[in-house]
């Protein structure tokens, strides 16, 4: 890579990390459209360190609280009762099954970084998590809104499971106005981070897949915004260690070059992604994340439709 690719390759990994279209699934894409060399792997980490660093730079604040209160609640009891610490220790479970796959799939997940048909095919898969979170999540808010409207829910939101059609791990909280709403527990974080996990083959969008799996058991979008984004930072941060100390003597024993397209890359990642999370919280805020699937399936059949050009005519 030259250092105008590197840049254009960051803007791209900052513009979509948060975006749930797979960052992982365009750095694997546009490379193949534009007949460029494909991406190493320790170049996809660094920039995904950047838009770490973006997450970091707008959620410090909640991000030293809940850091801060798990380890108070580690050592002092009264503390454990805290939001923050509860929050914490789902991030923490929720992390476990990326850090697994991260490990065991790392060769093969490599391999697949020069296969744009496999991208095009997991941003399919992508597309049907946002359309089946999305429809579930709204079934599951209707039927409590539902029920508060009907008086028959009173009962049954009293933190008892939802058994009729509602989320089967879960309970509903009330809160002070009297609207009820699912809330994150152990079940729902593990398997959100399956969804996680998920997110090591390229065109499966982790913030989608995240997103999508919290939304399938009734969690509030804005809501899965926020964990989904909070998720973000144990697995980013580990697998750039875990990459910089496989790659170091590309990184650090090759040409110059290579240090240079890294930081060009990691400045224009953190820059976009600082928009890209702004934008992700508004929209999110404002209407469901449907439009994303459509974009995930156009891209899908346009790199299906280039394939198809470039091999029969």
């Known amino acids: 890579m030259?250092?105008?690719?590197?840049?254009?390759?960051?803007?791209?990994?900052?513009?979509?990390?948060?975006?749930?279209?797979?960052?992982?699934?365009?750095?694997?894409?546009f490379p193949?459209?534009?007949?460029?060399?494909?991406?190493?792997?320790?170049?996809?980490?660094?920039?995904?360190?950047?838009?770490?660093?973006?997450?970091?730079?707008?959620?410090?604040?909640?991000?030293?609280?809940?850091?801060?209160?798990?380890?108070?609640?580690?050592?002092?009891?009264?503390?454990?009762?805290?939001?923050?610490?509860k929050i914490g220790i789902l991030l923490i479970v929720a992390s476990i099954p990326a850090a697994i796959a991260g490990v065991l799939l790392d060769d093969y997940v490599e391999n697949l970084f020069s296969k744009p048909l496999a991208a095009s095919g997991f941003?399919?898969?992508?597309?049907?998590?946002?359309?089946?979170?999305?429809?579930?999540?709204k079934e599951i808010e209707a039927k409590i809104s539902g029920e508060q409207d009907t008086g028959k829910g009173k009962n049954i939101l009293k933190g008892k499971e939802d058994t009729e059609g509602g989320s089967p791990v879960a309970k509903i909280d009330i809160k002070e106005n009297g609207t009820g709403r699912i809330k994150f527990n152990f079940p729902i974080a593990?398997?959100?981070?399956?969804?996680?996990?998920?997110?090591?083959?390229?065109?499966?969008?982790?913030?989608?897949?995240?997103?999508?799996?919290?939304?399938?058991?009734?969690?509030?979008r804005e809501e899965a915004v926020r964990f989904s984004f909070l998720l973000s930072v144990p697995i980013i941060f580990g697998s750039f260690l875990f990459e910089l100390w496989n790659s170091s003597d590309i990184i650090f024993k090759s040409d110059p070059d290579i240090i240079h397209n890294l930081a060009a890359g990691f400045i224009s990642s953190y820059i976009a992604g600082l928009f890209a999370v702004k934008f992700i919280v508004y929209l999110a805020g404002k209407r469901n994340l449907n439009v994303f699937a459509i974009y995930c399936i156009c891209l899908a059949l346009a790199v299906l439709t280039f394939y198809v050009i470039n091999k029969f005519i």
């Open 32 to 85: 193949y459209f534009f007949s460029w060399d494909y991406v190493p792997l320790y170049f996809t980490v660094v920039v995904h360190f950047a838009t770490l660093a973006s997450v970091v730079t707008i959620f410090y604040r909640d991000i030293f609280k809940i850091v801060k209160e798990v380890i108070q609640g580690i050592f002092i009891r009264n503390k454990r009762n805290s939001y923050n610490f």
């Open 190 to 220: 593990l398997i959100t981070g399956v969804g996680q996990a998920l997110a090591i083959l390229p065109g499966i969008s982790r913030s989608g897949a995240t997103i999508s799996f919290a939304r399938f058991f009734g969690i509030r």
């Open 2 to 29: 030259n250092i105008i690719q590197s840049i254009i390759l960051g803007l791209i990994q900052g513009a979509t990390e948060f975006l749930p279209v797979s960052s992982s699934g365009h750095l694997v894409i």
């Open 123 to 137: 941003l399919l898969i992508t597309a049907l998590f946002l359309w089946l979170g999305e429809f579930r999540g």
